[in-house]
């Protein structure tokens, strides 16, 4: 059974890796400046995605965080909809889940 101190240092190390992603993305999208037609079609395509992917990664963060209040609030590993203790293969999955399996549904 993993602990809560290596859940914590995992969404930890998730979260670090998340900003370091979404400060790539910022900067990639910053850098389109082609004056092509051509270029600048694909970079808009290209711009696309990585705002996708930057979207995602935010909500990604949001729930990671949301995971450590809750780690700071002696709450983590309970369902927040019916207070149920979410299951460790669950948590293992989706180490920043507020749900359990009934809930998530």
């Not at 990639?28 to 696309?48: F, I």
């Not at 203790?85 to 889940?97: N, V």
């Given at each position: 059974?993993?602990?809560?101190?290596?859940?914590?240092?995992?969404?930890?190390?998730?979260?670090?890796?998340?900003?370091?992603?979404?400060?790539?993305?910022?900067?990639?999208?910053?850098?389109?400046?082609?004056k092509d037609w051509e270029e600048l079609a694909v970079e808009?395509?290209?711009?696309?995605?990585?705002?996708?992917?930057?979207?995602?990664?935010?909500?990604?963060?949001?729930?990671?965080?949301?995971?450590?209040?809750?780690?700071?609030?002696?709450?983590?590993?309970y369902c927040v909809t019916c207070g149920a203790e979410i299951?460790?293969?669950?948590?293992?999955?989706?180490?920043?889940?507020?749900?359990?399996?009934?809930?998530?549904?």
């Amino acid at each position: 059974m993993i602990s809560i101190a290596e859940r914590e240092a995992t969404l930890k190390k998730r979260l670090a890796e998340l900003d370091r992603r979404l400060h790539g993305i910022e900067a990639e999208l910053d850098a389109h400046q082609s004056k092509d037609w051509e270029e600048l079609a694909v970079e808009r395509e290209e711009d696309e995605v990585l705002e996708g992917m930057g979207t995602s990664g935010l909500a990604e963060i949001e729930g990671i965080r949301a995971a450590l209040a809750r780690i700071a609030e002696n709450s983590y590993g309970y369902c927040v909809t019916c207070g149920a203790e979410i299951s460790q293969e669950r948590l293992d999955l989706l180490p920043a889940t507020p749900f359990c399996r009934n809930c998530a549904k």
